[in-house]
């Protein structure tokens, strides 16, 4: 059992930053991929980020590319997302969740563990 939570999240102006964190239970960190999801009202939950178990591949999915950056530390059994130049389509809630496998996935289905979410919220 995992329980994940996130914290950072905040209003910000557009291209400004903000940095999330999402802290898990558990002494198994390193035995689980992290994911970042987010979901903006009225819209399915989406993809943003994943990272491998050792933090040694990221992935993202194209809306987000180079703009953030998926992290973690297994000694603080935390997964970061650094967002910047952030823009107003960038506000929704975000989630954090951990996968019981060494790769991640882009699938919400294929995550075993959720976070309650952090409102993120860019004013233009």
């Known amino acids: 059992q995992v329980q994940l939570v996130e914290s950072g999240g905040g209003l910000v102006q557009a291209g400004g930053s903000l940095r999330l964190s999402c802290a898990a239970s558990?002494?198994?960190?390193?035995?689980?991929?992290m994911g970042w999801f987010r979901q903006a009202p009225g819209k399915e939950r989406e993809f943003v980020a994943t990272?491998?178990?050792?933090?040694?591949?990221?992935y993202y999915a194209d809306s987000v590319k180079g703009r953030f950056t998926i992290s973690r530390d297994n000694a603080k059994n935390t997964v970061y997302l650094q967002m910047n130049s952030l823009k107003p389509e960038d506000t929704a809630v975000y989630y954090c969740?951990?996968?019981?496998?060494?790769?991640?996935?882009?699938?919400?289905?294929?995550?075993?563990?959720w976070g309650q979410g952090t409102q993120v919220t860019v004013s233009s």
């Open positions: 969740a951990a996968r019981t496998a060494y790769a991640g996935s882009y699938s919400i289905y294929n995550y075993d563990y």
């Open positions: 990272v491998i178990w050792d933090g040694g591949r990221t």
């Open positions: 558990g002494r198994t960190f390193s035995s689980y991929a």
